[in-house]
């Protein structure tokens, strides 16, 4: 299994193979490799740098990219040792060590330009015509997010373009060519020199889970539980709220 | 003692020549080997492709309204694409091939920056100038109301930004290649400067204008980086078929898979009927 793996993630192994000397059983150390969703970027780089200081002798690697697109690099044989979806469904289907546990959650806010020059107080007013709307598409997690928050409000709008990725609407907001974006918290938080943020009740009917697991084929199990467990743990979990994530 | 070296030195070319045909007909393994690896490496990515399609659904995929919505305009912007950069790079390959002027060289690296620069900077790029704030695009949208990001005119001005260097370098490759005697005599026999262009020079490079252009259309057809950016990504108005291919990637692999397979079908038919203009290109 190892040997296949290796095969066809060639380039991750070798970094693997470079500074891994990971002994399976004899506690926390050499490599972890954690597959996580973009959003959850600057959280995990501390978390990450976190849990090397409490395990000397660990290295934590980092892969961020969409969700879809690690759990596909995953069922394709990537070697990781731990995966953090932005969304559940993309758990399904990744031979998990144990069931994936939530450990965050990520709630839609609308992006304005900062200043909130067009007013924008509701979803509602996101119909305004000549307001132009960025959503993600359907196919990605913030995309359907937005659909369940549409819904329920009861709100019909013809966005001028569906993102691929939460950051791309982001990207439209700050640099004017859209009026709004429907994206994560935590996304205008990181952005809050460029974009205004405004709250919208309906939101709570669409938060986004952010499920974590160690992987069943984990090249270090040991150390993939352990980072699973530092994730959950009281000082990782007030790093995510303060990133603007809330926790269960 | 000239008139005697001359026809010396002419056995001794046979005689190179034959070596040369000599060496064409034994291939050194040192050359053969890596040859076919490089040519393994290209190919099996696309035999990949094919031994994962999904046969049985391929023809109720292939008809499904957002691959057809999505070709139509892919095919659409991307001929759209190369008509502009038709209009705008043929004489720029003129101008290149055949005017001195200072700054030619600099002109030159200009035109073939779209090749090396990563799609998504021209996508930007094509933002800071074309965009609602943008130094044209402000001034647009101020003006006459017009906005190009996230309209089909906005997927062709970015195919046609990273699309144009193939043209432009095709043509002025034939240009140079081609024999000016022709355009000279036509110039004497009292043709204008521009009948002499329409009606010499543009047949003299037929074959490398019709090469530069399909490979222009080919890259036009594939682009992603610059239209996502650039126009946004909307479902029958800026979503192309590579970027369904990307879409679909997130929910279902069989679907980008299938929407894969007809972007290669058609760049190899296209490739592949380009072949003989290619090799005939002066």
Redesign the interface.
């Known amino acids: 299994m190892r040997a296949r793996t290796a095969i066809v993630a060639g380039a991750v192994a070798l970094v693997l193979a470079g500074c891994g000397a990971a002994e399976p059983g004899s506690g926390v150390t050499g490599t972890v490799t954690v597959f996580a969703a973009a959003s959850l970027t600057g959280s995990f780089d501390r978390i990450g740098r976190d849990f090397e200081a409490a395990h000397p002798g660990s290295t934590v690697v980092f892969n961020f990219a969409?969700s879809?697109?690690l759990a596909?690099q995953i069922t394709e044989g990537a070697p990781a040792d731990v995966f953090a979806s932005a969304a559940p469904q993309n758990m399904t289907g990744v031979d998990s060590d144990g069931t994936p546990v939530v450990f965050a959650r990520n709630q839609l806010v609308v992006a304005v330009p900062a200043g909130n020059p067009e007013g924008v107080r509701s979803l509602a007013d996101l119909t305004r015509p000549g307001l132009?709307v960025?959503l993600c598409?359907e196919?990605?997690p913030c995309g359907s997010a937005a659909r369940r928050a549409l819904d329920v409000a009861g709100v019909t709008l013809t966005?001028?373009?569906?993102?691929?990725d939460v950051r791309?609407a982001l990207a439209?907001v700050r640099?004017?060519?859209v009026d709004a974006a429907l994206v994560y918290r935590t996304d205008t938080r990181a952005a809050a020199s460029d974009v205004t943020t405004v709250e919208f009740p309906e939101s709570a009917r669409a938060v986004n889970d952010y499920p974590i697991a160690a992987l069943a084929d984990a090249p270090n199990p040991a150390a993939a539980r352990a980072f699973v467990a530092h994730v959950r743990s009281a000082g990782s979990q007030s790093v995510l709220t303060e990133a603007g994530f809330q926790t269960p | 003692m000239t008139p005697i070296a001359r026809p010396a030195r002419r056995p001794e070319g046979a005689r190179r020549l034959r070596g040369a045909r000599r060496g064409a007909g034994g291939v050194p393994v040192a050359l053969l080997l890596p040859a076919l690896l490089g040519l393994a490496f290209l190919a099996l990515p696309l035999a990949g492709l094919l031994a994962r399609t999904p046969w049985s659904t391929l023809p109720q995929r292939l008809t499904e309204p957002g691959v057809l919505a999505a070709l139509r305009l892919s095919l659409l912007t991307a001929t759209l694409a190369t008509l502009l950069c038709l209009l705008l790079g043929v004489p720029l390959a003129w101008l290149l091939a055949r005017v001195e002027f200072p700054g030619r060289r600099l002109v030159r690296a200009l035109v073939t920056v779209p090749l090396v620069l990563p799609p998504v900077v021209g996508g930007v790029a094509l933002l800071l100038v074309f965009g609602r704030r943008g130094l044209i695009g402000d001034w647009l949208d101020r003006l006459f109301g017009i906005t190009l990001p996230f309209t089909t005119t906005g997927v062709v001005l970015a195919e046609a930004f990273v699309a144009m260097p193939f043209l432009v370098i095709a043509v002025e490759g034939a240009l140079r290649g081609a024999d000016r005697r022709y355009e000279e005599a036509a110039a004497t026999l009292g043709a204008g400067r521009w009948t002499t262009f329409t009606h010499v020079t543009v047949p003299l490079v037929a074959p490398g204008l019709a090469a530069g252009a399909v490979l222009c259309w080919a890259r036009a057809l594939g682009e992603f980086g610059a239209t996502i950016t650039f126009a946004g990504n909307y479902p029958g108005r800026t979503q192309t078929m590579p970027l369904a291919v990307y879409l679909a990637l997130e929910t279902d692999v069989e679907a980008a898979i299938v929407l894969s397979l007809i972007l290669l079908v058609v760049s190899v038919v296209i490739l592949a009927g380009l072949r003989d203009r290619w090799v005939s290109t002066p």
């Open positions: 969409g879809s697109a596909t132009k960025a598409a196919q990605v966005p001028v373009t569906l993102e691929t791309g439209k640099l004017g060519e």
